[in-house]
C-alpha cells in the first residue's frame, strides 16, 4: 500500500478535485457532505480506477481514523486506557462513559467514516462502468470498494446503532438529508458487500494496506459473530436477530475459511514478531490480514504515523530489548513519546504475571544512558503497549500499521463460534499456549467456554480497538467497567449519540 500510495499521490490529489469534498483535503479535518460527485470528466480510464481505490484506502491510516481517532473512541471507554490530565474535554467524557452529542472526537470519526462510505461508494458505482479495463481488475477495485464500504458500516453501527444508510453517491445537496436506518438494514447491507466482495476477489495478496478474499472472510466472520453474541446475550438493539446459533455457525464457516482455506497470512509462534515492522511488512505469511498501512517516508501525517507517540511516555528517551525475555537480544531505541494514552490497572493487573503478552508485549522497565527506569502503572509514566512502535521512525514519523484484522483475532472468532469442540479449544489453546499460560480448563460448558474465550480477546487483543465492542455485543459493559472495576456509566454505553453537527444539518435525522 505505501509503495502505491507513493506512485498515485499526484492520481489522489486529482481524485481529490475530482471528487469535491466541499474543500477538504486529504488531511484536513472539516467536514464535508460526503462526496459530490462529477463522474462525467472522471473514471474514464483503468488509471482513474486504480487511483479511485487508492484514495478510498487512503482515509483509514487519516489523524481521524485508524492513525489516532480510532483508538480514542474505542480504547478509552474500556478498562484498558485512559488519558493524560491534560487531555480534551472530547477525550474525557469517553474515558468517563458520559458522551454528549457535542463530543468532537465522536463528531471526528462520524466525519471520516462517512468520507470513507463516501469514497468506496464512488469506486463502486462508476469503476465497473470504466471502458477496457481487465476483467480480474475491474473486479478485484469493485470488490474493495464493497470490503471498505462494509468496514466503514460496520464500525458505525457498532459506534452509534442507526445511522443513515448511504449506499450511492451524492450528486446533488437535496440527496445529503437522510433519515437513519434500523441496525438491521445495515447489517443486511454490510453482509450483502461482504459477500460481493467474497466473489469479486480473489486470495492473493496483491500488497501491503489492500484487502483480498481472506480479508473480506475475517471481516464477514467479526460480522457473524457481533450479530450472534449480541443476539445471546440479549446486547440492546439486536432482538431482530432470529438464531444466535445460525450466526454463530456461519462466523465459524468464514472464520474457517480463513484459518484453514488459505496460506497467505497464518499464526506466528513467536509474540515480538508479530508487531515487529521489518517483520510483518516484509513476511511471506504474516498475522496482519489487513491493516491501515503508512510509511514513515511519507510527506504528511496520514501516509506516515504518530500513532506510537500516543502510547510511549514522554519523560526520556528509552531503548528496550527486542525480546524482553531474552537478556542476549538486540537492545532497540524507541525514542520518546507524548504520555497521551495511559494504560489502565484494571488491565494491566488482570494478566496472569507468566503471560508472555504481558511480560513481552508491555514495556514495564526501560533504559536511558546505562540507567535502568521501572515504569509505576500509578504515575503519569506507566507500562505501555509495544503494539505500535517504530525503531527506525523519522523524528515523529512512523510505520507502524494499525492492525484491523489479524489471524489471531479470527482464531479466537472460530473459537468462539465453535463452542467447547475439540476445534474451539484448539482454537484458543493455541493462543493461550504461545502466551505461555497453559490449556483452558476442558470442562467447560458452552457459556462459560465463551466466556473464557472473549476474557482471552481482551488480553490478546488488547489496545487494538476490539475491546469495548466485546463488551458491547456480550451486554457486559456493566457488569465488566461498573460492577467489576468500578466506573460509572452516564451514558453511551451500547451507542454513542449521533454528533450534533449532523442533527442540526440534517433534518431528516430526527
Given at each position: 500500500m505505501t509503495t502505491m500510495k507513493k506512485k498515485f499521490f499526484i492520481k489522489c490529489t486529482a481524485v481529490a478535485l475530482v471528487l469535491v469534498m466541499a474543500g477538504s483535503s486529504c488531511s484536513k479535518m472539516k467536514e464535508d457532505p460526503y462526496g459530490m460527485i462529477n463522474s462525467k470528466t472522471f473514471y474514464k480510464t483503468a488509471d482513474d480506477a486504480r487511483a479511485a481505490i487508492i484514495y478510498a484506502y487512503s482515509i483509514l491510516p487519516e489523524v481521524g481514523y485508524y492513525s489516532r481517532g480510532y483508538y480514542i473512541v474505542t480504547e478509552l471507554p474500556t478498562e484498558n486506557l485512559t488519558q493524560k490530565g491534560d487531555a480534551g474535554v472530547g477525550n474525557l467524557e469517553l474515558d468517563e462513559l458520559r458522551t454528549t452529542s457535542t463530543n468532537s472526537d465522536l463528531d471526528n470519526i462520524w466525519t471520516?467514516?462517512?468520507?470513507?462510505?463516501?469514497?468506496?461508494?464512488?469506486?463502486?458505482?462508476?469503476?465497473?462502468n470504466i471502458p477496457g479495463m481487465v476483467e480480474s481488475e475491474r473486479n478485484q477495485i469493485t470488490g474493495e470498494g464493497y470490503f471498505l464500504r462494509a468496514l466503514h458500516f460496520f464500525n458505525l453501527?457498532?459506534?452509534?446503532?442507526?445511522?443513515?444508510?448511504?449506499?450511492?453517491?451524492?450528486?446533488?445537496?437535496?440527496?445529503?438529508?437522510?433519515a437513519k436506518s434500523p441496525i438491521k438494514d445495515i447489517y443486511d447491507q454490510i453482509i450483502s458487500d461482504l459477500q460481493k466482495a467474497d466473489e469479486l476477489l480473489t486470495t492473493e495478496r496483491i500488497s501491503e494496506g489492500r484487502a483480498?478474499?481472506?480479508?473480506?472472510?475475517?471481516?464477514?466472520?467479526?460480522?457473524?459473530?457481533?450479530?450472534?453474541?449480541s443476539k445471546a446475550y440479549n446486547s440492546p438493539g439486536y432482538d431482530f436477530v432470529a438464531s444466535a446459533d445460525d450466526y454463530y455457525a456461519q462466523a465459524k464457516l468464514y472464520a474457517g475459511k480463513v484459518i484453514n482455506g488459505q496460506s497467505t497470512f497464518n499464526f506466528t509462534e513467536s509474540l515480538p514478531d508479530i508487531f515487529a515492522i521489518d517483520v510483518y511488512k516484509?513476511?511471506?505469511?504474516?498475522?496482519?490480514?489487513?491493516?491501515?498501512a503508512v510509511d514513515r517516508s511519507g510527506d504528511r501525517e496520514g501516509s506516515f504515523s504518530k500513532l506510537p507517540n500516543m502510547f510511549l511516555p514522554a519523560d526520556r528517551p528509552m531503548t528496550i530489548l527486542y525480546n524482553q525475555l531474552d537478556p542476549s537480544s538486540a537492545q532497540i531505541n524507541i525514542g520518546q513519546g507524548?504520555?497521551?494514552?495511559?494504560?489502565?490497572?484494571?488491565?494491566?493487573?488482570?494478566?496472569?504475571d507468566v503471560d508472555r503478552r504481558k511480560t513481552q508485549l508491555i514495556v514495564s522497565?526501560?533504559?536511558?544512558?546505562?540507567?535502568?527506569?521501572?515504569?509505576?502503572?500509578?504515575?503519569?509514566?506507566?507500562?505501555?503497549?509495544?503494539?505500535?512502535?517504530?525503531?527506525?521512525?523519522?523524528?515523529?514519523?512512523?510505520?507502524?500499521?494499525?492492525?484491523?484484522?489479524?489471524?489471531?483475532?479470527?482464531?479466537?472468532?472460530?473459537?468462539?463460534?465453535?463452542?467447547?469442540?475439540?476445534?474451539?479449544?484448539?482454537?484458543?489453546?493455541?493462543i493461550r499456549n504461545r502466551a505461555a499460560i497453559g490449556d483452558l480448563n476442558p470442562s467447560l460448558d458452552v457459556t462459560s467456554f465463551r466466556n473464557a474465550v472473549i476474557q482471552e480477546r481482551a488480553w490478546e487483543l488488547a489496545f487494538e480497538g476490539n475491546r469495548l465492542f466485546d463488551l458491547r455485543r456480550t451486554n457486559s459493559m456493566?457488569?465488566?467497567?461498573?460492577?467489576?472495576?468500578?466506573?460509572?456509566?452516564?451514558?453511551?454505553?451500547?451507542?454513542?449519540?449521533?454528533?450534533?453537527?449532523?442533527?442540526?444539518?440534517?433534518?431528516?435525522?430526527?
Open positions: 471520516y467514516m462517512y468520507r470513507g462510505v463516501a469514497r468506496a461508494n464512488a469506486v463502486i458505482a462508476n469503476v465497473p453501527v457498532r459506534m452509534f446503532g442507526e445511522v443513515p444508510l448511504r449506499t450511492s453517491t451524492i450528486e446533488d445537496a437535496s440527496q445529503i438529508p437522510m483480498n478474499r481472506p480479508a473480506v472472510e475475517g471481516l464477514l466472520a467479526k460480522v457473524y459473530l457481533h450479530l450472534a453474541s516484509k513476511a511471506a505469511v504474516t498475522e496482519h490480514i489487513f491493516d491501515a507524548w504520555g497521551h494514552f495511559r494504560t489502565e490497572n484494571a488491565v494491566y493487573s488482570s494478566y496472569n522497565s526501560y533504559t536511558n544512558g546505562g540507567i535502568t527506569y521501572q515504569l509505576d502503572i500509578t504515575s503519569s509514566s506507566r507500562p505501555f503497549t509495544r503494539k505500535f512502535i517504530d525503531p527506525d521512525r523519522i523524528g515523529d514519523a512512523s510505520s507502524a500499521n494499525s492492525p484491523i484484522i489479524r489471524y489471531s483475532d479470527i482464531l479466537l472468532v472460530y473459537a468462539e463460534a465453535c463452542g467447547p469442540t475439540t476445534d474451539g479449544y484448539a482454537a484458543v489453546n493455541k456493566e457488569a465488566v467497567l461498573v460492577k467489576k472495576y468500578g466506573k460509572t456509566i452516564t451514558s453511551g454505553a451500547y451507542f454513542f449519540p449521533i454528533p450534533q453537527r449532523e442533527l442540526d444539518t440534517n433534518p431528516l435525522i430526527k
